[in-house]
C-alpha cells in the first residue's frame, strides 16, 4: 500500500497569507495525485488533479506542483472560505490512498 | 444536473448486514467507474471499493474482502454496497464517488453506518 504522508498537521494562518501544504507518496506515483477540500459536515471537493490541473470551477488562487514522491498545494492568498481540511490522493495504485489531512484553522 | 444521493445507512450490531445505495443522476453510470470512500468519525478518508465502467471487474480494501461486495445497476443508474459481517472499526460515514480518469471527480454528500451493539 502506498502511504501519503502530509505535513504539517494543522496550520494556523490569518487570511491573506500564503500558504504551503505538503504531501509525500512512499514511493513514486508519478504524477497520479490529486488534492481535496474538505468542510466541516461537507463531503470532500475536487482542487487538484495529475497533481497540476485545477478541476473546473476552482480559483486560481489554489495552484498544485510535484511528481513521482513530493508533492505541495499553494493557497496564493487565503480566503476566509479557506479554512478547511485538505487531503493528497494517490490514484496511481490500488488501493487508492489518501494522506492523513492539514487541518487550515484561523490564527 | 449530475448529483450522487446516498442512502441505507443506519445502526445496526457487530455481525450484522446493510445495503447502501447510490442514485445518480444527471450522468448516465455505464460511462464510469464508481468508488466507494468511507470516513471514520473524525477520522481521514479511505477507498474502500470500486467498480469499473463495464460493472465487472471490481476492487477492495483488504479489510473488507470477503465482506463488502459493490455493484451498479447501469439499468437503473445505481451502485450498491452490500456490507456482511460489520465489526466497529467499519463505522462512518460512506461516500459514493464518480471516477473520471482513475481520480474521483464528483462525491455524493454520505450516508452514516454505525455499527455497535
Known amino acids: 500500500e502506498v502511504v501519503m504522508t502530509q505535513s504539517p498537521g494543522t496550520l494556523s494562518v490569518s487570511p491573506g497569507e500564503r500558504l504551503t501544504l505538503s504531501c509525500r507518496a512512499s514511493?513514486?506515483?508519478?504524477?497520479?495525485l490529486a488534492w481535496y477540500q474538505q468542510k466541516p459536515g461537507q463531503a470532500p471537493r475536487l482542487l487538484i488533479y495529475?497533481?497540476?490541473t485545477r478541476a473546473t470551477g476552482i480559483p486560481a488562487r489554489f495552484s498544485g506542483s510535484g511528481s513521482e514522491t513530493e508533492f505541495t498545494l499553494t493557497i496564493s492568498s487565503l480566503q476566509p472560505e479557506d479554512f478547511a481540511v485538505y487531503y493528497c490522493h494517490q490514484y496511481s495504485y490500488w488501493p487508492r490512498t489518501f494522506g492523513q489531512g492539514t487541518k487550515v484553522e484561523f490564527k | 444536473q449530475e448529483q450522487l444521493v446516498e442512502s441505507g445507512g443506519g445502526v445496526v450490531q457487530p455481525g450484522g448486514s446493510l445495503r447502501l445505495s447510490c442514485a445518480a443522476s444527471g450522468f448516465a453510470l455505464n460511462s464510469y467507474g464508481m468508488h466507494w470512500v468511507r470516513q471514520a468519525p473524525g477520522k481521514g478518508l479511505e477507498c474502500v471499493a470500486f467498480v469499473w465502467r463495464d460493472g465487472i471487474k471490481k476492487e477492495y480494501l483488504d479489510s473488507v474482502k470477503g465482506r463488502f461486495t459493490i455493484s451498479k445497476d447501469n439499468s437503473k443508474n445505481i451502485v450498491y454496497l452490500q456490507m456482511d459481517s460489520l465489526r466497529a472499526e467499519d463505522t462512518g460515514i460512506y461516500y459514493c464517488?464518480?471516477?473520471?480518469?482513475?481520480?474521483?471527480?464528483?462525491w455524493g454528500r454520505g450516508t452514516l453506518v454505525t455499527v455497535s451493539s
Open positions: 464517488a464518480r471516477d473520471v480518469s482513475w481520480y474521483i471527480e464528483v
Open positions: 514511493q513514486t506515483v508519478s504524477n497520479d
Open positions: 495529475a497533481a497540476s
